[in-house]
């Protein structure tokens, strides 16, 4: 599928207005869009949390039962290092400073991933293009689940709404050990062409995959032995993998978004940048200090889509003037109040497409 491309309003446009109104908000304040000092004592408490509970698995070998407990408290603090620190830095929104977004977007390289293909994939294309199958490659689960309408059915898709937290799981498995080497052997993010990659890029790339396996695997094995690792980090990498697929999942396949079809001619989308966001975005969760902390803000999706390069802990400020400006020009604005409701959504819609009636 060719690259889309997206409809030009006549000025003032929507985005050029909602733009015009967050910046200033924030040159009113005389405050920067990046993260501030709430941000990086979070991420400190992150960071310290992740290697002490790692120095204690691998080093101090914990009974059976408090080891699992660790391994699954330390799949949590990957998953918030994921949603608060890397997230911000790969968009570089952590810090004001080119060099500090750089070592945060790096957390990632230390967590098994690749920050280039991180890059490439999400920043890209997903913010570029999301929910337009065939190009956001966020959609693609194939043949494991049917993430919309205009995707192959199988049988098997009929129990997906009951089976689909065993294929979040092996998310982070299937990442560090598959997908980032498919992307670098076939040069490729789905169909679209992978940014060539510099010596530099290429030395990050194997240096970390191989520092993570010395870390990840090497050294476990010798300090705890095959068994006890086999388990310990199976453990650590499922609930990983679940809790990182199921808070992206919510914020795009839930009942209410939308996941439009270029013209077969134009080869165009109907709506602007911006008004496609809002159409493909959700958010959830939203009162919830705990679920705002955890997650990033990425309970902010509608906020993180249309201002990126915004750091997560403005996206609470931003939401009213997001909100009245849509209401101003008659666009929805999809959100759900608990995270109980978006996750209901979320299984109804994966129930709607177990259904080969439910087609484009």
């Known amino acids: 599928m060719s690259i889309p491309k997206f409809a ?209 695997v090497v050294i476990p094995i010798i300090t705890v032995g095959v068994g006890p690792w086999a388990i310990g980090f199976t453990v650590y990498a499922l609930f990983a993998g679940f809790v990182l697929s199921i808070v992206f999942q919510l914020a795009h396949t839930v009942e209410d978004t939308e996941f439009p079809v270029p013209n077969e001619q134009t080869n165009k989308i109907d709506n602007e940048w911006a008004i496609h966001q809002l159409k493909t975005t959700a958010n959830f969760a939203t009162k919830s200090r705990l679920a705002c902390w955890f997650m990033g803000g990425l309970n902010f999706q509608v906020e993180h889509h249309l201002f990126p390069k915004i750091s997560h802990i403005h996206y609470p400020r931003i939401n009213k003037i997001i909100k009245d400006t849509c209401k101003e020009f008659g666009v929805g604005y999809i959100e759900y109040g608990r995270l109980k409701d978006a996750v209901a959504s979320h299984v109804s819609y994966l129930k709607q497409l177990s259904n080969p009636a439910y087609s484009h």
């Open 8 to 216: 030009t309003p006549p000025p003032p446009s929507f985005h050029t207005v909602l733009k015009t109104r967050v910046n200033d908000y924030f040159r009113e304040r005389g405050k920067p869009s990046t993260g501030n000092l709430r941000l990086y004592s979070k991420a400190l408490f992150l960071a310290v949390g992740f290697i002490a509970l790692y120095v204690h698995l691998v080093f101090f070998t914990p009974p059976a039962g408090w080891a699992i407990f660790e391994c699954l408290l330390l799949s949590l603090f990957t998953s918030a290092i994921g949603f608060n620190i890397m997230h911000d830095g790969a968009h570089g929104s952590f810090s004001s400073k080119p060099w500090v977004n750089t070592i945060a977007a790096s957390s990632l390289n230390f967590l098994g991933a690749n920050t280039f293909m991180w890059k490439m994939k999400h920043n890209v294309i997903h913010h570029a293009y999301t929910n337009i199958d065939g190009v956001d490659d966020d959609l693609d689960a194939k043949p494991f689940l049917r993430l919309c309408e205009t995707q192959k059915y199988y049988k098997f898709h009929r129990y997906q709404h009951f089976y689909f937290w065993i294929t979040y799981s092996l998310l982070y498995l299937f990442w560090i050990f598959f997908s980032d080497y498919k992307k670098y052997f076939t040069r490729k993010v789905g169909d679209i062409p992978l940014k060539k990659m510099t010596v530099k890029d290429q030395i990050s790339f194997w240096g970390f995959k191989i520092l993570h396996i010395v870390l990840f």
